[in-house]
Structures are given as structure tokens and as C-alpha cells.
């Protein structure tokens, strides 16, 4: 089954305390992505991957890291989280060209006290 | 960093009745997607689009990209309590080797859909 999964599905932080989000997939794509949701704005971009070890900034890049070192993981790294980074998170999964279906991993619920 | 702007942004109807979400752009996007995304779970895939003028229908859903490649509709009929969610447009970017978009996806902000039974 096609599958893209999160971990943890929830979390509560304080400031500053670095803390990392795992995301992996099973359909070797090579076109990953990370993803906040907040109210009224939608899906905004926080980094992507085309592929191992290829990694660029998306839309709202700022107080966040990633890496890719195997082709299945993305996980994404928050060194020293703030209040604003409170948000719904999501990782998302797709083949190379961007017709393709883009596979959504559950979310990860992130508040930062 | 091209913008999509979605309208209605909430939507509250009764069962049965008809309804359209729209999606705009002063971009062009080489394809349009609309997803679909419940409580607690991630958006799911319900159509792409990538032809101008090009419509699609999906059971009661009829979604069409516009001639120009700028704006998207999605249309339900007979509404029913099963299509409650959240309903997301995401525009992809051109593809362009020398570039660096690759197919990057810009959602709207998303319609609250309720349908009352």
C-alpha cells in the first residue's frame, strides 16, 4: 500500500527545544516535500527535495532544516522552535515530474509553549 | 512565488443543493490539482488537470481548468453531507530544467465545505 508516514502524530514543546519530525515513504519517489497548514492560508512550503541529498528552500524556509539522506526519509529539524512555529504539519511524497500524484503523510499537530 | 486565490472561503449549504469553488491566478500553472482533506487526515489527490478548457468529471464533481491555464472551478451537484471537508486548488508550476521550480505546488487557501442533511 502506498504510504507515506509520519511520526509523532502529535507533539508539545517549549521554546527552544530543538525537536525533529520523521516522514517516510515507500513508493521511491524522488520528489519529497514538507508542508504547514494554518488557518486561512492554506498549504504553504517549507522545503523539498528532488532527491538524495538535493534539498532547496520553499516558501517559509526560515527556523527550519531538512536533509536527505536516503531516498524513503525526510525528516525535518526545528534547532530551536518559537511559538509561531505552532502549526499542522504534513509531508508529502511524489514522482519527479509535477503532474504527478502528490501522496500526503497524516500531519503532525506541533504546539511550542 | 505565484498565488492562487481561493473563494469561497467557507461554504454552509443543505443537502441537495449545488454548488461551485473557484480558483484564481494572474499565473499561468502547467496544472491545476484539487484535493480533498478530512480531520486528522492529509489532503487526497481528487483530480488533475492540464489542458486548457480541459473538464473532468468525477461522479457529482465536474472540475474545469480555464482556457488560459489561470483559474480552476470545481462544481457539485446535489450536495451531499458525505462531501463535507476541507476542498484545496493547487497550481503546478511550469517545469523548467534550467530553473528550479520542478513541478512546484502552490495551494489556495482552501473552502470549508458543511453540507447540512
Known amino acids: 500500500e502506498a504510504q507515506v508516514t509520519q511520526n509523532p502524530r502529535y507533539l508539545i514543546t517549549v521554546t527552544g527545544k530543538k525537536l525533529t519530525v520523521t516522514c517516510s515513504q515507500n513508493?521511491?519517489?524522488?520528489?519529497m516535500s514538507w508542508y504547514r497548514q494554518d488557518p486561512g492560508l492554506g498549504l504553504r512550503q517549507i522545503y523539498y527535495?528532488?532527491?538524495?541529498?538535493?534539498?532547496d528552500k520553499g516558501d517559509v524556509p526560515e527556523g527550519y532544516k531538512v536533509s536527505r539522506k536516503e531516498k524513503r526519509n525526510f525528516p525535518l529539524i526545528l534547532e530551536s522552535p518559537s511559538p509561531n512555529q505552532t502549526s499542522l504539519y504534513f509531508c508529502?511524497?511524489?514522482?519527479?515530474?509535477?503532474?504527478?500524484?502528490?501522496?500526503f503523510g497524516p500531519g503532525t499537530r506541533l504546539l511550542v509553549l | 512565488t505565484q498565488l492562487l486565490e481561493q473563494s469561497p472561503q467557507f461554504l454552509s449549504i443543505q443537502e441537495g443543493e449545488n454548488l461551485t469553488v473557484y480558483c484564481n491566478s494572474s499565473?499561468?500553472?502547467?496544472?491545476l490539482q484539487w484535493y480533498r482533506q478530512e480531520p486528522g487526515e492529509g489532503p487526497v489527490l481528487l483530480v488533475t488537470?492540464?489542458?486548457?478548457?480541459e473538464v473532468k468529471k468525477l461522479k457529482r464533481l465536474t472540475f474545469q481548468f480555464g482556457d488560459a491555464r489561470k483559474d480552476s472551478s470545481l462544481h457539485i451537484t446535489a450536495a451531499q453531507t458525505g462531501d463535507t471537508g476541507l476542498y484545496l486548488c493547487?497550481?503546478?508550476?511550469?517545469?523548467?530544467?534550467?530553473?528550479?521550480?520542478?513541478?512546484?505546488?502552490?495551494f489556495g487557501q482552501g473552502t470549508i465545505l458543511t453540507v447540512h442533511p
Open positions: 493547487a497550481g503546478s508550476e511550469s517545469l523548467n530544467a534550467g530553473g528550479t521550480s520542478y513541478g512546484k505546488l502552490t
Open positions: 508529502a511524497s511524489r514522482g519527479f515530474w509535477g503532474q504527478e500524484t502528490q501522496y
Open positions: 488537470v492540464v489542458t486548457g478548457g
Open positions: 499565473s499561468v500553472f502547467s496544472s
Open positions: 513508493m521511491n519517489h524522488e520528489y
Open positions: 527535495s528532488m532527491n538524495v541529498e538535493v534539498t
